[in-house]
Each structure stands twice: as C-alpha cells, then as structure tokens.
C-alpha cells in the first residue's frame, strides 16, 4: 500500500484502482476511472503510484479501507483524485491549484464518503437525517461553485438547464418561507415534477438484468417500469434512459424539473457532454465516450425543449432517504429489471 509520504501528485505515472464499481480494475487515467466509480453506490478506489499496490487493492489484498475512530477525514469531491484522505497534506495535493475544488474535514469515515458521493452537493446535506460534522470546512474551500440565480426558477437547489448552468451544485433560489419542500411528484405550480431511477441486478456481472423507473405521480398512467432495452444492462444506462423516457413522455411545453439521485446523469446531461462533443465524443486518452447515443437523444430533446422556451430542470436527491417520490422510482426500477429475468 502506498505509504502516506510518498505523493501522490509527484511526477510518473498513476494507476487508479476500483475495487467496487462497475467495471473493477486498474485504470491509468482518472477519467476512465471516474465513469466506473459515478452512481456506483458504494464505490470504492484509490490512487497509486506503483500498479502492483493498485492491483492488490482491487483484489482485496490491501490494508483494510476502515481506519481507528477519533481520526479526521478529508472528503475531496471536486480536485484532481476525489476521495477520502487521512491527512491534510495527502488531501491538499488534490485541492490546491484547481479551479472550484469541494473538500471539507470530518469527524468519521462514514459523513467524508457520503460528501464525496454526493459530489459535495449541499442538498445531501439537507436531505440527510444524519448529523452535521463536528468539524469545521477546511480552510479556504472555493465559493466559486454558486450557480447564477435563476429568476424564473419555482423550486429551490435545482439545475436549470436553461441556462446551461453546471452541476452537482447546489443553486440557491430566493423562496418565502412558506413555499413547500418537494416530496413527491406532480405539478407544482406550471412545473411537472418527475422521479426517475434505475436499476440493475447483477451490476457489471455476467448476466446482468437492468430496469427503468419514472415515477409521475401515484397511480398515474405515464408511470414506467420497463426492462432497459439493449445492452450493455448497467445501472448507468438505466439511470440515463429513465431521465430520456421522463423527457419522451412530458409534453415539450410543459416546465419538467427531474429529481434522480444519479449525480452521473446529471453530469452527462447537463456538464460533461460539452467537451465530449467539443472533442468528438473521445475522452480524454481518446477512448470512446460510454452511453453517448443516450446522452446525444437526451441533450437533442432538452434543445427542444430551450428553443420554445420551456425549462427543464434537474435536481439531485440522495437515494433511499425516504423520500416518496424517489422510492416510488426505484420500486418501478428494481421491477422493470425483474421482467426482463422472467
């Protein structure tokens, strides 16, 4: 394992090891690293300097992930290597000299892989019932992540397509303290408020069965639980193709503001998909762009949808936080996946 005074941002090559994600295994670009760990729930990896560290890691042969309690914990969502560290010198080189990073200092393990789950989304932190860090932010954390305020905008921390703002941000809009909290699906004032989910059993295995879930509202007709149709049958395609389905079935005239705990869909719709196209849907290292026609299909409907003036808004939720709407989605998902097993 590589020892806490080596560095990791020094010269050389780096190997990045997932060892819970999609597609386990040892990458050497962060980026193709990334695609295996986004909506993974409860991804695991780690950065190295030596591929044979990295290789142990991915076969569990490394030192447990688990440290003693009473240690501090740097969740870097944004920087160079999002994770988790166990020093500020380890978790300064992922920060420091990037534009808009995301880290904060925390008391355990636990709230420091859940900040970085979550991309540092500060709705995560108001839609989960768990307790604030006793720690205070590390200093000098970016402040440059605010998006612009959308006057048009009803509901509060959305992503406003419309204006091409980038998540997973959190937006905050001016409400009067008595504006509802979004619970559940259907219209809020001019605005359809959608749930959609995906799911797949057996996630990057052999065999795998996907699903897609959109959740209207109860007992509403549009709902949709479906097998994911094609392949390959990943949790991400399915996540994709629900947020594609919602926007098929909504009416174009219609404001549609998405609720997905997908931070990965988000992304794809709504940031990275500019600089995929601006680079021909390569990556980086030049690799092909995973579930680009989904990307392509959804990003051509939400043009529609700005050409006529219409918003189409996402907003982020944390999964399985009780949330009625998201739960109505991931039951829809998880039975979808099930048809396409009988």
């Not at 010198?89 to 920060?95: F, L, M, T």
């Not at 699903?211 to 549009?222: H, K, Q, S, T």
């Not at 994911?228 to 996540?239: D, H, S, V």
């Not at 409907?301 to 700005?306: D, F, P, T, V």
Request: proline share 5%; net charge positive.
């Amino acid at each position: 394992m590589v020892s806490k005074k080596r560095k990791i941002g020094d010269g050389g090559p780096k190997y990045y090891a997932v060892r819970a994600g999609h597609t386990p295994g040892v990458y050497t670009n962060w980026e193709d690293c990334q695609e295996q760990i986004t909506g993974f729930k409860g991804a695991q990896f780690k950065a190295y300097l030596d591929k044979t560290e990295a290789e142990m890691f991915v076969t569990g042969k490394s030192l447990p992930v688990a440290q003693k309690t009473g240690d501090k914990f740097y969740g870097v969502a944004v920087g160079r290597v999002p994770g988790v560290y166990e020093t500020w010198d380890e978790a300064s080189e992922q920060v420091v000299g990037v534009k808009g990073p995301k880290y904060k200092k925390f008391a355990t393990r636990k709230e420091a892989e859940d900040f970085v789950k979550a991309g540092g989304n500060k709705v995560a932190a108001e839609l989960t019932p768990t307790p604030k860090s006793t720690s205070n932010p590390l200093p000098k954390e970016s402040k440059k992540s605010k998006v612009k305020e959308e006057t048009s905008s009803y509901f509060k921390d959305e992503i406003d397509e419309s204006s091409d703002s980038k998540p997973p941000v959190t937006k905050k809009i001016k409400t009067a303290p008595s504006q509802p909290v979004i619970s559940h699906a259907g219209m809020k004032g001019d605005t359809l408020v959608v749930y959609t989910d995906g799911s797949s059993l057996g996630n990057g295995k052999k065999g795998a069965q996907a699903g897609v879930g959109v959740y209207f509202g109860e007992g509403d007709p549009r709902n949709v639980s479906e097998p994911l149709a094609g392949m390959p049958q990943t949790n991400q395609r399915a996540e994709l193709t629900a947020v594609l389905r919602a926007l098929q079935i909504c009416e174009q005239v219609t404001p549609i503001l998405i609720i997905t705990d997908s931070n990965y869909s988000i992304n794809c719709c709504t940031l990275w998909h500019t600089s995929w196209e601006r680079n021909g849907w390569k990556t980086s290292t030049g690799g092909s762009v995973l579930n680009k026609d989904l990307v392509v299909d959804i990003r051509k409907l939400i043009e529609q949808r700005k050409a006529k003036n219409v918003a189409t808004n996402f907003r982020w939720i944390k999964g399985h936080s009780n949330d009625k709407g998201n739960e109505a989605a991931d039951r829809l998902a998880v039975a979808g996946a099930r048809m396409a097993m009988r």
